[in-house]
């Protein structure tokens, strides 16, 4: 059964809630989010999923936010180590691991609500993407205490990256608070300051992005109503996204996408509109045409995977694992990490050491 599609428990009305349980700050958004699955409120989320009360709370379509209180922690060889950055979405905090170790080496806690997507820089700092609360947040390589925060007032972000040529800081915006308005790609320059805000025509719902080798940018989402996939680019120096038509293939719920070797591979969380199957298309980019597939067997809902070389990291929300995949083959996992701290795993990014 599928968990969440990408940002489930946003599809209600959400309140934080302090330390002494007073309601700070309320949002709540007329129309619900597009999601894959049959789970499409958050009532029927399981219980401990976000980290709040659910009964009650999911009946009044209110869910309390409880950020992670305990402190933050970082392995004193950590910064010599090649980490992988896991934000864990149910338990408001991001995990880290050595890479490839896989051996828990810090927490990091206290400004997340609802971390979804994380994306790393040339220097191994590493960005995380509240999809709750507007706070986009940089980490050092091995730091516990926030070096940068951005504001993305008005909407609910999903995913992130990090131009290589420019420094850029490239956030997608689901969609906005109220749901009267479509999504968006907001582009922080050298990752700093207000955002440039550009729609994506054709597109309501805005979820991952990437970029090519020559520098083009390339974000996936849902077009009007959720009616369908869709892959666009905006090209280097350019003001405006061109849809890309896919031939070859179907892809039925947008995942994350990433440039590996000369193709771009774009995530499905629903392959073949199996609700028990995710699966990872390597595409032309630009050209649109889907030359292969990987079917990441044994799956319920990879979301944002990291493809590192012949691997492929794919954390499961909805199992509470994070499987590894060989790359392009697919199949089987070769290897399943585990730990009892996960909640919601949503996105990986490898940071390496400098």
Known sequence: MRI?????????????????????SQLAPSS???????????????EGLVNTAMSGAAETGVVALHPDHGPSWMAPDAKAQNLLYLTNYGANNVLVFSYPQDKLVGTLTGPFYLPD???????????MVNNA???????QH?????????????????ACVVDPTTGN?????????????????????????????????????VYFCAFDDKGNLYVDGLTSGGAGFQLAELPKGKK?????????????????IQWVGKYMAVGDQEYQ????????????????????VTRLKGSIDVIGFWIDGTTVIGPEGGTNLVPFYKYPAGGSPIKTLKNQAFNGPFTAAISLAK
């Not at 205490?145 to 007032?153: F, K, N, V």
């Open 4 to 24: 969440f599609g990408v940002i489930g428990i946003a599809a209600v009305a959400v309140m934080l809630s302090g330390c002494g349980g007073g309601s700070q």
């Open 32 to 46: 619900p989010f597009q999601q894959s699955g049959a789970l499409s409120r958050v009532g029927q989320l399981p």
């Open 117 to 127: 997507g994380d994306c790393t820089d040339k220097k191994g700092d590493v960005w």
């Open 133 to 139: 609360f507007e706070g986009i947040v940089e980490y």
């Open 142 to 158: 091995g730091g516990t205490t926030p070096i940068a925060t951005l504001q993305d007032p008005g909407y609910y972000a999903n």
């Open 169 to 205: 800081l490239i956030v997608t915006n689901h969609q906005t608070y109220s749901g009267s308005g479509p999504g968006n790609v907001a582009i922080y320059t050298h990752a700093k300051g207000n955002a440039e805000l550009y729609p994506v025509a054709g597109v309501s719902f």
């Open 240 to 256: 405006t996204f061109t849809d890309i038509p896919l031939k070859g293939g179907t892809i039925n719920f947008p995942g994350n």
């Open 273 to 292: 509109v199996s609700p028990e199957t995710s699966a990872i298309y390597q595409t032309t980019g630009a050209g649109g045409k889907i030359v292969g």
